[in-house]
């Protein structure tokens, strides 16, 4: 996984077994993450807080304590976030909701990975566009070429004819794309990539 | 060891060459409180470790005292070294990649620009400020004018105005990494990047003891002379 940065997997789960179980079956898959474990319920919430986690993996036993509610507004939330169950209480009335897979206690190490995989494979597809450059399109061209002479928004707009909510929506996508954020720098973009010459800056 | 550490113990005027001495020793030497010496080595050291009741213990002179040890860092030290590496990127290569790598050397002057007032808006209105809110408190005696001043400009003030300069700094690093014409000498753009990450993780630790210890302890007197000068 080239494009993907380091991948935030919080283990919360009382037992060191299981804890260490889970770890060592994701990193046969190849991802780049690093671990972060829980064993006591209550630092949860603080560590979730801290860690910006991409991935959460749980087990019922350790959030059994806390109420539907909590759990909800504990576990980061977000297209960018999977949650996994691991369900150490078959026997219990607790359904727990929320999450993107369910591991059950007795699965097999062929379904666990499976189901580890299937998570991390939609994680990676999901955040990797984040940081996968990206070429911009002709009309972002435009946009850049009248913000590196510097133009404001309206006057852009004015001269593409266009609304400058549109302007303010390619701007953002630009710098999305290009990972630069002030004028400044994309005026230096746009020299390097002749999309203007210096001395129609000057 | 962490190597970094080194350059924050500089910044209370400790020199290298201090041998085995204790870090008690040292700083009695050099007439430095050792307490919040070690407070601040150690939120430094480890980013989990923030004693933010401990810092916002000691007195604002000497955070303050600290925080401009660091800006003369930045601006003595750390900023022209970057600004001499840029000049030699630009020197050392032809005529059509020298043209755009003087264009880094002028954004990157832009960039000094916006730190300077920066610091210098901190300098000479956020400290003197900051001095006169603790001298009324600790006085327990509130001019007007600072009753005035208070109406017109707070800490909050400060915080929210506490703009983006690491903007251009993102940029820089990210126009090197990605963007920069062929042909450039390699080391020398890996030398500069890690000076610009360095100054980076430099800038956020320095803001984080603005917005974690200098602004909640001024915020907290603040307060204490909005409810007592009415009275």
Redesign the interface.
């Known amino acids: 996984m080239r494009n993907m940065e380091n991948v935030n997997v919080i283990i919360a789960d009382l037992s060191p077994l299981s804890r260490f179980g889970m770890i060592s079956l994701l990193r046969q898959l190849n991802y780049p993450f690093s671990f972060r474990e829980v064993s006591v319920p209550e630092k949860l919430k603080n560590i979730i807080h ?1 860690d910006q986690a991409s991935l959460v993996i749980s087990s019922a036993s350790f959030l059994e304590k806390f109420s539907d509610y909590q759990i909800q507004t504990m576990l980061p939330g977000g297209k960018y976030v999977a949650k996994l169950l691991i369900n150490d209480l078959p026997h219990s009335q607790r359904k727990f909701t929320g999450f993107n897979e369910i591991i059950e206690f007795t699965d097999t190490e062929r379904t666990i990975l499976r189901k580890l995989n299937k998570t991390a494979a939609s994680l990676a597809r999901l955040n990797s566009f984040q940081v996968m ?1 990206e070429e911009i399109s002709d009309r972002e061209k435009d946009v850049l070429r009248l913000v590196a002479l510097g133009n404001t928004n309206k006057e852009i707009a004015g001269k593409l004819f266009i609304s400058s909510h549109t302007v303010i929506t390619h701007r953002k996508n630009i710098t999305a794309k ?5 004028i ?2 994309l005026t ?2 746009a ?3 002749k999309l203007i010459t ?1 001395e129609e800056i000057n | 060891m962490n190597y970094q550490l080194l350059q924050i113990i500089s910044r209370f005027g400790i020199q290298l060459g201090f041998g085995d001495r204790s870090i008690k020793q040292v700083c009695r030497e050099y007439n430095i409180d050792v307490n919040f010496f070690l407070e601040i080595i150690n939120s430094y050291h480890d980013k989990n470790y923030f004693p933010r009741k401990n810092l916002q213990g000691f007195p604002l002179k000497l955070i303050i005292e600290y925080l401009r040890e660091s800006h003369n860092y930045y601006l003595e030290i750390k900023i022209p070294q970057i600004e001499q590496l840029i000049r030699q990127l630009s020197e050392f290569s032809d005529r059509i990649s020298g043209e755009s790598l003087r264009m880094i050397d002028t954004f990157f002057h832009g960039y000094i620009k916006e730190l300077q007032d920066h610091i210098e808006r901190e300098e000479e209105k956020v400290y003197p400020y900051v001095f006169s809110v603790e001298e009324a408190f600790h006085l327990k005696k509130i001019p007007d004018s600072l009753v005035e001043r208070l109406g017109e400009y707070s800490i909050d003030d400060f915080e929210s105005e506490h703009d983006n300069i690491e903007d251009k700094l993102f940029d820089l690093k990210n126009i090197i990494i990605k963007y920069l014409p062929l042909p450039v000498d390699p080391n020398l753009c890996h030398a500069i990047l890690t000076e610009l990450f360095r100054l980076e993780a430099d800038l956020n630790d320095h803001a984080r003891i603005e917005d974690k210890v200098l602004v909640p302890k001024v915020r907290f007197m603040e307060k204490w002379i909005n409810e007592h000068h009415a009275q």
Do not use: H, Q, R, V
């Open positions: 801290k450059p290009l990972g630069i954020k002030t400044a720098g230096i973009y020299l390097l990539n210096s």
